[in-house]
């Protein structure tokens, strides 16, 4: 729980928070919940989001990683970075490393992304993660783009 207080800062830019399912900033007790569900899954699956730090100085930067998609059977990869540190590439590194875990350590034969199309850095993050373009689809209460990649397509192979 050390990184909810980052976490309650991340989520209440509104630049941050433009494409997440709320669509607006999230109060700080969301933001608690929100951190203790990502335990939770740990604690229930053995995978979940990572917190990212900057290797120079440890600074929390977001996070990312794997879960179940909520009413759904797929794996999602999803992620959020501190507006200060987009255009670094650093959204990409973790996402290609939570896609290779996914298929190396867990085993999985395939991960989802989405995001609203709107969303042309988060689309591109899937992309450079190796995801490809599969549908359109309604998730969150939102009309997204959903991205995927099976292990055939591993970063690693």
């Not at 990212?52 to 759904?72: A, E, M, Q, V």
Request: a negative charge; hydrophobic letters at 40%.
């Amino acid at each position: 729980m050390d990184e909810v207080d980052a976490l309650a800062h991340l989520w209440s830019d509104p630049d941050v928070t433009r494409y997440l399912p709320s669509g607006r900033p999230v109060p700080r007790d969301r933001a608690e919940a929100g951190w203790e569900g990502f335990i939770r899954h740990w604690q229930e699956h053995g995978f979940g989001p990572w917190s990212l730090f900057l290797k120079t100085d440890d600074t929390w930067i977001g996070y990312c990683g794997l879960r179940h998609l909520p009413n759904s059977d797929e794996i999602e990869l999803l992620y959020a970075i501190d507006k200060r540190w987009w255009g670094r590439n650093l959204a990409t590194e973790a996402a290609r490393a939570s896609v290779e875990d996914g298929f190396s350590r867990m085993g999985l034969d395939r991960i989802v992304a989405v995001a609203m199309p709107a969303n042309v850095a988060s689309i591109q993050v899937m992309k450079n993660a190796g995801l490809c373009f599969e549908k359109n689809s309604h998730i969150f209460g939102h009309d997204v783009v959903l991205y995927s990649i099976s292990r055939s397509g591993d970063l690693t192979a």
